[in-house]
């Protein structure tokens, strides 16, 4: 079946400094990979989506500057968050699709920032 | 920018059979309807989708009203472990032909025994 792997589960960074998180897909060519924010709220926000052979597009509010991606080949997808402030915590969510199919989602990278 | 809307909590016992509305009154044609539940600690783990047809899976009854306005998504004999958060969702074209999906705030449902 279809899975996606994401490391680390949690992080804690001190404000000011990045952190990397990966995001692994197994059993399926993951083409298009997009990376979500799930805030303590429960609110999701689309950061970005990277499409192999296609430039990443941000949404608005987020930038390449602040959460460079890459998308090197059809099973890895990373994201970084460069200085990162109280307002980045939350659960970072990797979804992996193949083609125009089904979004696949790993079980997220949380982020707590002291 | 969610485009459906949910109620949100529902209540239901084990063995009922849930019924979980979503309206999405400002569909567009190409858009489809997809169905994500969430755990607590975990990612959202896909239902079902659909785009005009009613559709049928080991999950659920995914029910599309005519007009494409409103969907429900129907859970069959529930048991403690469909409690979560189920999510409406559209699939929502980019200009470049790229699939986006856009999150609203969810039905937390709450199965008791």
């Known amino acids: 079946g279809a899975l996606v792997y994401q490391y680390p589960r949690r992080t804690i960074c001190k404000s000011g400094t990045s952190m990397r998180m990966e995001c692994q897909a197994v059993g399926f060519q993951a083409t298009s990979v997009a990376w979500y924010r799930q805030s303590p709220q429960k609110t999701f926000e689309l950061i970005a989506l990277s499409t192999v052979n296609s430039a990443i597009k941000y949404e608005q509010n987020f930038t390449q500057e602040k959460f460079p991606i890459s998308h090197p080949n059809l099973s890895f997808s990373s994201m970084t968050v460069l200085n990162a402030y109280l307002e980045d915590r939350g659960l970072y969510l990797c979804g992996a699709r193949p083609g125009q199919g089904t979004l696949y989602f790993g079980a997220g990278t949380r982020l707590s920032v002291l | 920018d969610a485009k459906t809307t949910q109620p949100d909590s529902m209540e239901s016992t084990e063995g009922e059979t849930v019924h979980l509305p979503c309206s999405h009154a400002?569909?567009?044609?190409?858009?489809?309807i997809y169905w994500y539940r969430q755990v607590p600690l975990q990612g959202p783990e896909y239902v079902t989708h659909g785009l005009q047809q009613n559709t049928t899976n080991s999950m659920a009854f995914l029910a599309i009203a005519s007009d494409r306005k409103s969907s429900t998504l129907i859970l069959p004999h529930v048991s403690l472990r469909d409690a979560a958060v189920y999510h409406c969702i559209l699939r929502v074209l980019n200009q470049g032909g790229s699939a986006k999906l856009i999150f609203g705030e969810g039905t937390k449902l709450t199965v008791s025994s």
């Open positions: 400002t569909i567009s044609g190409n858009e489809y």
